[in-house]
């Protein structure tokens, strides 16, 4: 409701802007404020305008503004260069960074301070307290700061994200003009409007929508990659040449992955980043031309179908091609040396978890598929001569000839067991000493509840990973397979085909 009737206010602005007829001089941008901008914030001269208009026109100026749009869409830039161009005071606080909801209102207000010592022309402000322990004092302290002084602009940079943020703060700033204070303008910067928001109609609201194709080549293209030649080499290759094969290439990953994969213009980015060193490798070797595109897209076909650049690594593979002879490729240093070196076309490690995690969907795995009688067979830590069977020998004993076959236990599918016997088997199969059961491992265990590794069994429990992990009363069970947990165990160097029985 908020966004539609208070977007009216700026279609009329925008019809102002694209209206034929004589425009009011006071009205218009000066030249020299679109020069300075259109540089550093390229596609949003219509966002500039309506921001100059609104915060920086003599004749209106709303006192709250919503400016709303998905990540990396240029708000926080844009109004960081409208508010510099113009002559009007103003402090920006960025909420991110604000954890509590008097935080936020103590950066307010200490911001607005040094905002009025910077532009009051050695004019000091008058002397505040600084603390703000509920929205009142908020009001009564930047009252108190703003009497008798113009206009002011306060921005709330990422309003939505406050941590810890009370349902009435948001409805209170957009009434903080209405307060004795219609000197003062609120910026509010979110990511996405809901309805009812700010419990107030007719606010003019902001949309700064998402970069499309050519906009986002665009603007990518004004700062290519370095073609980076080996120093031994004799070619050398001008700005133009490598521009030119940039911007090919964005057009390219555009259409195979950053079309459906990429959210914004900054992962599109990075994905190029990743993208272009094996892209121009055959570039390097001198095997083609930059000028020669279309020999390279074929060259980096596979490239540009995988989708190993879209997940983020700690460690950055390196594209290094290996040379070697015939001879020398079958020798086990050579073939060590390839294990070791990290290789576009492997795929990526998507088993991978931490040290505790993995041993711990371990130990759900074993105590999913083995026996709760064969616990003291498998972990046990005693000597071989006291693991003795009922039916004589020791546990390393051939099995005997039965008349019945069993089914496996990995063909029956997990089986539920209880957390006592999970810390147990865990504390059996980790190295060194650890406290089962504390307050560490729980917490593990309970992220693994939450990315559905290991779900709770039992009636009225859906499969699902609902209820409280910390239940005693509770069975679970492990939702991966065996291939998966094998993978885990590799991971941490561990033999789990060791101890499952069959």
Same mark, same amino acid.
């Given at each position: 409701?908020?966004?539609?009737?208070?977007?009216?206010?700026?279609?009329?602005?925008?019809?102002?802007?694209?209206?034929?007829?004589?425009?009011?001089?006071?009205?218009?941008?000066?030249?020299?404020?679109?020069?300075?901008?259109?540089?550093?914030?390229?596609?949003?001269?219509?966002? %500039? &305008?309506?921001? /100059? #208009? =609104?915060? *920086?026109?003599?004749?209106?100026?709303?006192?709250?503004?919503? @400016?709303?749009?998905?990540?990396?869409?240029?708000?926080?830039?844009?109004?960081?260069?409208?508010?510099?161009?113009?002559?009007?005071?103003?402090?920006?606080?960025?909420?991110?960074?604000?954890?509590?909801?008097?935080?936020?209102?103590?950066?307010?207000?200490?911001?607005?301070?040094?905002?009025?010592?910077?532009?009051?022309?050695?004019?000091?402000?008058?002397?505040?307290?600084?603390?703000?322990?509920?929205?009142?004092?908020?009001? %009564? &302290?930047?009252? /108190? #700061? =703003?009497? *008798?002084?113009?206009?002011?602009?306060?921005?709330?940079?990422? @309003?939505?994200?406050?941590?810890?943020?009370?349902?009435?703060?948001?409805?209170?700033?957009?009434?903080?003009?209405?307060?004795?204070?219609?000197?003062?303008?609120?910026?509010?910067?979110?990511?996405?409007?809901?309805?009812?928001?700010?419990?107030?109609?007719?606010?003019?609201?902001?949309?700064?929508?998402?970069?499309?194709?050519?906009?986002?080549?665009?603007?990518?293209?004004?700062?290519?990659?370095?073609?980076?030649?080996?120093?031994?080499?004799?070619?050398?290759?001008?700005?133009?040449?490598?521009?030119?094969?940039?911007?090919?290439?964005?057009?390219?990953?555009?259409?195979?992955?950053?079309?459906?994969?990429?959210?914004?213009?900054?992962?599109?980015?990075?994905?190029?980043?990743?993208?272009?060193?094996?892209?121009?490798?055959?570039?390097?070797?001198?095997?083609?031309?930059?000028?020669?595109?279309?020999?390279?897209?074929?060259?980096?076909?596979?490239?540009?179908?995988?989708?190993?650049?879209?997940?983020?690594?700690?460690?950055?593979?390196?594209?290094?091609?290996?040379?070697?002879?015939?001879?020398?490729?079958?020798?086990?240093?050579?073939?060590?040396?390839?294990?070791?070196?990290?290789?576009?076309?492997?795929?990526?490690?998507?088993?991978?978890?931490?040290?505790?995690?993995?041993?711990?969907?371990?130990?759900?795995?074993?105590?999913?598929?083995?026996?709760?009688?064969?616990?003291?067979?498998?972990?046990?830590?005693?000597?071989?001569?006291?693991?003795?069977?009922?039916?004589?020998?020791?546990?390393?004993?051939?099995?005997?000839?039965?008349?019945?076959?069993?089914?496996?236990?990995?063909?029956?599918?997990?089986?539920?067991?209880?957390?006592?016997?999970?810390?147990?088997?865990?504390?059996?199969?980790?190295?060194?000493?650890?406290?089962?059961?504390?307050?560490?491992?729980?917490?593990?265990?309970?992220?693994?509840?939450?990315?559905?590794?290991?779900?709770?069994?039992?009636?009225?429990?859906?499969?699902?990973?609902?209820?409280?992990?910390?239940?005693?009363?509770?069975?679970?069970?492990?939702?991966?397979?065996?291939?998966?947990?094998?993978?885990?165990?590799?991971?941490?160097?561990?033999?789990?085909?060791?101890?499952?029985?069959?």
């Amino acid at each position: 409701m908020g966004p539609e009737v208070g977007g009216r206010l700026v279609i009329c602005y925008r019809r102002l802007f694209s209206s034929g007829k004589k425009r009011n001089p006071d009205m218009e941008l000066p030249d020299e404020l679109l020069l300075s901008l259109d540089d550093p914030i390229p596609c949003r001269e219509l966002q %500039v &305008q309506q921001l /100059h #208009l =609104l915060l *920086g026109s003599t004749h209106y100026h709303p006192q709250t503004l919503v @400016i709303h749009g998905v990540e990396a869409t240029a708000k926080t830039l844009t109004i960081r260069a409208v508010l510099k161009a113009i002559t009007i005071p103003s402090a920006i606080v960025r909420c991110r960074e604000c954890i509590t909801t008097r935080h936020l209102l103590e950066r307010a207000i200490t911001s607005t301070n040094e905002a009025l010592k910077q532009k009051g022309g050695g004019e000091q402000p008058p002397e505040i307290d600084g603390r703000c322990e509920s929205i009142s004092a908020f009001v %009564v &302290q930047l009252e /108190h #700061l =703003l009497k *008798g002084k113009g206009r002011f602009i306060l921005v709330f940079d990422g @309003i939505d994200r406050q941590r810890e943020a009370a349902p009435t703060l948001l409805p209170a700033l957009a009434r903080l003009g209405e307060i004795k204070m219609p000197n003062l303008a609120v910026v509010l910067v979110i990511r996405t409007p809901r309805a009812h928001l700010l419990h107030r109609t007719g606010l003019p609201y902001l949309h700064f929508p998402p970069y499309t194709r050519d906009e986002t080549l665009s603007i990518l293209s004004t700062s290519p990659m370095p073609l980076i030649m080996p120093e031994k080499s004799h070619c050398t290759y001008n700005d133009e040449d490598t521009a030119w094969l940039w911007q090919r290439f964005l057009a390219a990953a555009w259409e195979s992955l950053g079309q459906g994969a990429a959210r914004d213009i900054i992962s599109f980015r990075r994905v190029c980043e990743k993208l272009w060193p094996p892209f121009i490798q055959p570039v390097l070797e001198g095997l083609y031309g930059p000028k020669e595109f279309s020999k390279l897209l074929v060259k980096n076909r596979a490239l540009l179908q995988s989708e190993s650049a879209m997940a983020d690594n700690i460690v950055t593979p390196t594209h290094t091609i290996l040379k070697c002879k015939p001879t020398t490729c079958e020798s086990p240093l050579f073939l060590l040396a390839n294990l070791q070196e990290p290789r576009l076309n492997r795929p990526l490690a998507s088993h991978t978890l931490p040290y505790i995690p993995s041993h711990l969907l371990i130990a759900a795995y074993l105590a999913s598929h083995n026996p709760p009688k064969n616990d003291i067979t498998l972990f046990s830590k005693a000597s071989l001569s006291k693991r003795r069977k009922r039916r004589g020998g020791t546990a390393l004993t051939p099995h005997r000839a039965y008349k019945h076959r069993k089914i496996s236990h990995r063909v029956l599918g997990p089986q539920a067991f209880v957390l006592e016997r999970l810390f147990a088997i865990f504390h059996a199969i980790v190295e060194g000493v650890m406290k089962a059961g504390g307050a560490d491992v729980m917490c593990q265990f309970a992220t693994l509840v939450g990315l559905r590794l290991v779900v709770r069994a039992g009636a009225g429990s859906g499969g699902g990973g609902a209820g409280d992990v910390l239940e005693g009363g509770g069975k679970w069970r492990v939702n991966v397979g065996y291939e998966f947990a094998r993978e885990v165990a590799r991971g941490v160097r561990f033999d789990v085909d060791s101890y499952i029985m069959e």
